[in-house]
Nanobody
Framework: QVQLQESGPGLVKPSQTLSLTCTVSGGSITTNYYYWSWIRQPPGKGLEWIGYIAYGGSTYYNPTLKSRTAISRDTSKNHFTLQLSSVTPEDTAVYYC?????????????????????WGQGIQVTVSS
C-alpha cells in the first residue's frame, strides 16, 4: 500500500521560498502512468491544485501559480519536492501531496477534491513575519 508523507517547515517568512518534500513508501515515483501532485487548502477555502510531476519526470503547473512554482524529484530517495517562491500570507494553507493515475489527472487538476488516489495527511504552512 503506497503511503505519502509531507515534511517541511511549518512557518515561512514573507518573500521567502516555501520548500516541502513528499516522501513515498510502498511504491516508486517512477512507476508508469502515475502522476504526483501538490495541492493546498487555504483556511476557509477549497482545495487548489498547484502542479504535478509525472512518472517520467515532466512537470505541469497551475497557470495562476506557475511563475512561482517548481516541482522536482529525487528518484534515489523516492521523494518529490515543492518550491513556491516569493510567498505572502495568502500562501498560508494546508499543503498535500497526492498520487493519481493518468485517468484521474483531469479531475485532479480541475477538481482535486473529487480525484481518486492516494493522499498524504497534509502539513500546515503559515506565512508570517
Amino acid at each position: 500500500q503506497v503511503q505519502l508523507q509531507e515534511s517541511g517547515p511549518g512557518l515561512v517568512k514573507p518573500s521567502q521560498t516555501l520548500s516541502l518534500t513528499c516522501t513515498v513508501s510502498g511504491g516508486s515515483i517512477t512507476t508508469n502512468y502515475y502522476y504526483w501532485s501538490w495541492i493546498r487548502q487555504p483556511p476557509g477555502k477549497g482545495l487548489e491544485w498547484i502542479g504535478y510531476i509525472a512518472y517520467g519526470g515532466s512537470t505541469y503547473y497551475n497557470p495562476t501559480l506557475k511563475s512561482r512554482t517548481a516541482i522536482s524529484r529525487d528518484t534515489s530517495k523516492n521523494h518529490f519536492t515543492l518550491q513556491l517562491s516569493s510567498v505572502t500570507p495568502e500562501d498560508t494553507a494546508v499543503y498535500y501531496c497526492a498520487r493519481v493515475l493518468l485517468s484521474q489527472l483531469p479531475t485532479m487538476t480541475s477538481r482535486p477534491a473529487k480525484a481518486a488516489g492516494n493522499w498524504g495527511q497534509g502539513i500546515q504552512v503559515t506565512v508570517s513575519s
